[in-house]
């Protein structure tokens, strides 16, 4: 069996490890890193859950595999709030506009909108990317809402509609 | 839902991508956005014994303009989809691209990726046979290029030999007296389509079609041209043209597949009234 040496820069830290290249990056995350909040879901790119951000875009971390992780800069949901816990402004307003419920998809959608908010995109546009992630229980109205937010520069309130 | 094991190499050249394919043999398989591959890999539908990774060659992902608009294989499809010279020769590329999977598969999927694995519901193909596409294939015993007509073989198939390698494309660009369209039919956007068909009409001064070319996907077993049909609308008056009866003989001309997303029967009907309103709107532009 081939073992690859691979190091990449995970939520800030450089992380070096082994990793056979049939381990999708979803699963090195998940077991050698511990990063555990990238979920995995359907395992073959449907789901959306196990989204992270690699090099500065969205990617499912279940269609990479480990060794193609190697020099990359890698985030995931762990590293979106602040040290000491206060929530970035796309899961403030997930959690204002009530876009989770039971939560299983919710970090791959964070890590998505947070690609969409430090891209700048508008309503549409993050609307669209959402179409890229499965919830199963909340629903997309909420998310929808935020994507409004995100939208608007000014991030005011309008729930005009539900 | 594992990969079973395989060998891995991600080399830097073309050179030793071609030297790799050349002494792996048919085992090896390439690997470029893996947004189709991995899955495969997963589900164990796909077992090659070596994977050699694409992403890390220099000099495949280029977007250039040089009368033709050359695309490299591994070109993302966001970076395609972003692009402005994209959007300025060739618009119809961009809006092909809208229309695969999402954001974020769209951030590692490629352009090469998608031709090669020739999905019958794909966009790219259906779009490459439109615009007559150039393949440049690479191995160790040179390069070729191959015609879009001659590249689709069936379905999942091309023309690519186990030792080559796609470099890149070439596709024409957008002229004033040009227009081009394609659209599709899914349950939701960016699933593979029921039904798609891309379009090229090249209008004369004397308000009379030129050249046509119309092809299909999701529809039959590969990428096909309703060729009958394209020539029969060469040399008719654009004012007054039956797009219904386009759509029509469009559709009658392919042997629509039936399978667990839609039946043949239902192919065949949407795809004559998709084809009948592309018609309808791209010649919008060119009636007075």
């Given amino acids: ?162 | 839902m594992k990969p079973p094991p395989f060998d891995y190499a991600a080399p830097s050249e073309l050179d030793e991508v071609v030297e790799l394919l050349a002494e792996q043999g048919e085992d090896a398989r390439l690997l470029a956005g893996g947004q189709s591959l991995v899955p495969m890999l997963a589900l164990r539908l796909a077992r090659p014994s070596f994977l050699i990774d694409l992403n890390r060659v220099s000099g495949v992902s280029g977007i250039a303009l040089d009368g033709n608009l050359r695309i490299g294989a591994m070109a993302r499809q966001a970076a395609i989809l972003a692009d402005p010279v994209v959007a300025r020769e060739l618009p119809v590329l961009a809006e092909a691209i809208r229309h695969i999977g999402h954001l974020q598969t769209r951030n590692r999927g490629t352009f090469g990726g998608s031709l090669c694995l020739s999905d019958p519901a794909a966009e790219l193909p259906a779009l490459a046979l439109m615009l007559d596409a150039e393949f440049e294939l690479r191995s160790r015993r040179g390069v070729r290029t191959v015609s879009a007509a001659d590249f689709f073989t069936g379905p999942y198939s091309t023309a690519i030999e186990f030792d080559e390698v796609l470099v890149a494309a070439n596709l024409p660009c957008v002229t004033p007296d040009t227009t081009m369209a394609i659209r599709e039919i899914s349950r939701r956007h960016g699933d593979f389509a029921l039904v798609g068909a891309a379009v090229r009409l090249r209008v004369g001064a004397d308000r009379r079609i030129a050249d046509a070319r119309l092809s299909w996907f999701g529809i039959a077993h590969q990428p096909i041209r309703s060729v009958v049909t394209e020539a029969a609308l060469i040399g008719q008056a654009v004012d007054g043209l039956d797009c219904a009866d386009v759509g029509a003989a469009a559709v009658a001309e392919i042997e629509a597949r039936d399978d667990v997303h839609a039946t043949a029967g239902y192919r065949s009907r949407a795809g004559a009234r998709l084809v009948a309103a592309m018609f309808r709107d791209t010649l919008e532009g060119f009636v007075e």
């Fill in chain 1, 1 to 162: 069996m081939s073992s690859h040496p691979i190091s990449f820069t995970l939520n800030g830290a450089a992380t070096a490890l082994e990793v056979e290249p049939r381990w999708t990056l979803l699963d090195v995350l998940r077991r050698q890193c511990g990063t555990t909040g990238v979920h995995a879901g359907c395992e073959h790119g449907v789901c959306g859950a196990c989204t992270i951000i690699v090099d500065d875009v969205a990617v499912r971390a279940c269609l990479m595999l480990a060794p193609q992780a190697d020099g990359c800069e890698i985030r995931t949901v762990e590293s979106v709030a602040e040290p000491d816990g206060t929530l970035h402004r796309v899961q403030r307003a997930m959690r204002e506009e009530f876009s989770l419920q039971c939560g299983f998809c919710t970090p791959g959608v964070v890590m998505t909108l947070v690609q969409m908010d430090e891209a700048g995109a508008d309503e549409d546009a993050v609307v669209e990317a959402l179409t890229g992630h499965l919830c199963r229980c909340t629903g997309y109205q909420g998310m929808k809402r935020v994507a409004r937010r995100l939208g608007q520069a000014t991030g005011a309130e309008d729930r005009q509609d539900g």
